[in-house]
């Protein structure tokens, strides 16, 4: 055992006991009420009641053109 393992072990060990006191403080402050997280942060759902409209607001898409499109020049292939 060199002189450099107790020193990185005791890196390591400080880490994570640094991790555990954060995860634990996270945990530990959160409400133990069912509607709040976070402190005042509400998570509820607000829905509100309304009819939905007779017709579209908008009209239906419709193509200006129909039918097949020609080719480009590229792809129309040799002449003749």
Known sequence: MTARE???????????????????VGVLQGSA??????GDMSTGVTVTAT?????APIPAAAPAI???APLPLEE????G
Request: net charge negative.
């Open 6 to 24: 107790p020193k990185s072990i005791a890196v390591i060990v400080g880490s994570v006991a640094v991790a555990a006191a954060a995860i634990t």
């Open 33 to 38: 009420n069912s509607e709040t997280f976070a």
């Open 51 to 55: 009819t939905a409209p007779s017709e």
């Open 66 to 68: 129909t039918g097949p």
């Open 76 to 79: 129309q292939g040799l002449p």
